[in-house]
């Protein structure tokens, strides 16, 4: 028998308790989210033709030229040239593992072209099925001599998860091209330039908290010229410089020449992503160290001034009046209002006295100048050991607002440290679990699964980290998504490939507990202490005020089933009636896939209080989510 002291608050929980951790890995912006449907749009990648091949007609001929303007233009430094001497002849684009087309929907089609002089030159542009049949398709001639946007539209006649596009002069001519793009109508709130609509759904979906961004390790880069730098990815798209992507080619069993990140999903859509979903704003910037991991490159210190500038700008950019400098460029994109940001990270994953030096002028800085901005820093890699307690004590003692924790461990760690957070200073920094998720085998490698024993740990962990939200100030799983073709890290929270997307048991555990949030801590308890791994039972309770709702949250991590019986203490009614939702499975080892998306997913039931007692029959393996009216 265990007691829930509901007129007892331990703590109030964060809105922003449960959020989501988004990073361009695995595809996760380019060929992810970010809707476009053109690999290298704009011949930016280092080899210049990556994604495109030459395409003619049986009969005709030409050639192309790829031009180089650098020396004038370093955003956006190629186009081509293509000349056609005889008939139908240009260019095909692969997209990022072909492109996911849909019967019915229809796609936009832009570029950028100029005619050369005197020239008369028009252009057919044709969706490809995998059997060659064309499935969409219209012309455009561009007019005169200066580089113009050109558009159209077309329905795909079928759906093809592997489709290529044409771009080829109809006839004997030339023109220049650049900005090749392709985007699906349905993206996120039909935007041009937009996301791609059933992957923010999911996010939307789990109702987040908060959306930390652009990650995770490219926020640092391989080198420091490799870093993220978020001011080189607002404005115009065809002015956002292309960068290497920090997961490029990293793992031999995936390799990725052609990962790099357009930046078509730069800040402002970030902002704007946290805006639709409701999500704070949680950006990461570079400490001025590049990835410890690679080179472990720094900026001495007496040159740190510009990183520490891009940190001041990005608070006007997000929170600026529309006639501040930064302020004007986030109005002159479509948004005057501010987008209220009110926390920024500053590295990700770094250590030693290097970063405890910069971290120090950066805090120093925000502070002057923006006093109210709440500062995430990071404690490394791995919340455990000599590194960690070392870092973790200086961050204190220069009183951080928030730090924050990264795990990758295996489920039985999870399990284990149910309890991590109940012996922290409770006047200290608060805490941030910024990544963290079981492995069932080795990180990264094929054979780690998003399988139900680690999404199971994970939620027997998050009953702790809700216990203790008078510490832990929010959470997120990390990675987000994964290309089922083009992954460098497993496990991940939800996978895709070009035409569908599935959250897996982790994501069903997130989700429960973003959406069952509640705003007040009571105990729960067994005897005097929490219910923490005794009988292999993990729980914690909220109410939510706003709708006057017990939440209990209780994980059987056990292989038999258990009966809880939960005595509510310092309540005047007796009955009451609520909902069950119940995530479980015989099998730990069970995944969801795109065969099986709801392989594990959430059965719900009526229940009731009797008697100011709740009875709950818990399945094995169960993690089980009750909400009961007051
Ligand atoms: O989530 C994948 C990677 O794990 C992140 O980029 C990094 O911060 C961590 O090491």
Request: net charge neutral; glycine share 8%.
């Given at each position: ?35 476009e ?19 003619k ?41 072909g ?30 099925g ?113 960068l ?16 790099f ?45 510009p ?25 002159e ?14 590295g ?9 030096e ?11 100048k ?34 924050d ?27 941030f ?62 996978w ?10 982790n ?18 308890l ?33 292989p ?43 059965v ?27």
């Open positions: 028998v265990f007691v829930i002291k509901t007129n007892e608050v331990k703590a109030k929980v964060s809105p922003s308790m449960w959020g989501l951790f988004f990073e361009d890995i695995n595809l996760g912006a380019d060929g992810g989210l970010y809707a449907l053109v690999l290298n749009r704009s011949f930016e990648l280092d080899l210049p033709m990556m994604g495109w091949k030459e395409q007609d049986e009969a005709a001929a030409g050639h192309y030229l790829m031009l180089n303007r650098g020396t004038t233009n370093q955003a956006n430094r190629r186009y081509i040239s293509l000349t056609s001497t005889k008939g139908r002849y240009g260019l095909s684009n692969v997209g990022f593992r492109m996911g087309i849909k019967k019915g929907m229809q796609y936009n089609f832009s570029l950028l072209a100029r005619q050369p002089k005197g020239g008369s030159a028009s252009l057919v542009i044709e969706m490809i995998e059997k060659g049949a064309v499935i969409g398709s219209g012309s455009i001639k561009p007019e005169g001599e200066e580089w113009k946007k050109y558009k159209l539209s077309f329905t795909a006649a079928a759906t093809v998860e592997k489709a290529r596009l044409d771009v080829l002069l109809k006839d004997a001519g030339t023109l220049d091209l650049d900005m090749i793009s392709l985007f699906p109508q349905d993206t996120w709130k039909n935007r041009e330039n937009g996301l791609r609509s059933d992957m923010v759904k999911l996010l939307a979906d789990m109702n987040p908290g908060f959306l930390r961004f652009p990650g995770g390790c490219i926020v640092e880069g391989r080198t420091l010229d490799e870093r993220f730098q978020w001011k080189k990815t607002i404005g115009p798209i065809e002015n956002r410089q292309m290497i992507n920090r997961w490029n080619t990293e793992f031999k069993h995936r390799p990725t020449p052609d990962y990140q357009s930046f078509g999903l730069g800040f402002y859509e970030y902002f704007q992503l946290c805006e639709d979903i409701g999500a704070a704003p949680l950006p990461i910037l570079n400490a001025g160290m590049a990835c410890q991991f690679n080179t472990a490159e720094v900026v001495p210190l007496e040159l740190l001034g990183y520490i500038q891009d940190a001041l700008d990005l608070i006007e950019f997000a929170n600026g009046p529309a006639n501040s400098e930064w302020g004007k460029k986030r109005a994109m479509g948004h005057p209002e501010p987008f209220n940001m009110t926390m920024i990270g500053i990700n994953e770094n250590w030693g006295v290097q970063y405890l910069r971290l120090a002028l950066f805090t120093k800085a925000i502070k002057e923006y006093p109210e901005i709440r500062i995430v820093n990071s404690s490394g890699t791995d919340p455990v050991g000599e590194r960690f307690d070392l870092l973790d004590k200086h961050l204190r003692s220069a009183k951080a607002d928030i730090i924790e990264h795990y990758y461990q295996n489920p039985k760690w999870f399990l284990e440290n149910a309890a991590r957070y109940d012996n922290y200073d409770r006047k200290g920094p608060k805490i679990a910024g990544e963290y998720a079981a492995q069932s085998v080795k990180t990264a490698s094929p054979e780690n699964k998003n399988n139900w024993l680690c999404a199971m740990a994970e939620a027997a962990f998050m009953t702790g980290l809700e216990r203790n939200a008078d510490v832990v100030e929010m959470a997120s799983y990390a990675p987000l998504f994964a290309h089922a073709e083009g992954w460098q890290w497993t496990p991940d929270l939800i895709v490939d070009n035409l569908r997307s599935y959250g897996t048991a994501y069903h555990v997130q989700k429960l507990f973003s959406t069952n949030r509640g705003t007040d801590v009571v105990p729960v067994a005897g005097d202490k929490a219910v923490s791994g005794q009988q292999e039972l993990y729980a914690s309770a909220t109410i939510d005020r706003e709708t006057n709702e017990l939440i209990l949250k209780v994980v059987n991590s056990s038999k089933k258990q009966h809880g019986t939960f005595e509510l203490e310092g309540l005047s009614k007796i009955n009451g009636k609520g909902t069950l939702t119940v995530l479980s499975s015989d099998d730990l080892d069970l995944v969801n896939s795109f065969e099986r998306p709801d392989a594990i997913a959430p719900i039931s009526q229940v009731a209080i009797r008697n100011k007692t709740i009875d709950l029959p818990m399945n094995p393996y169960s993690v089980n989510v009750m909400r009961v009216r007051l």
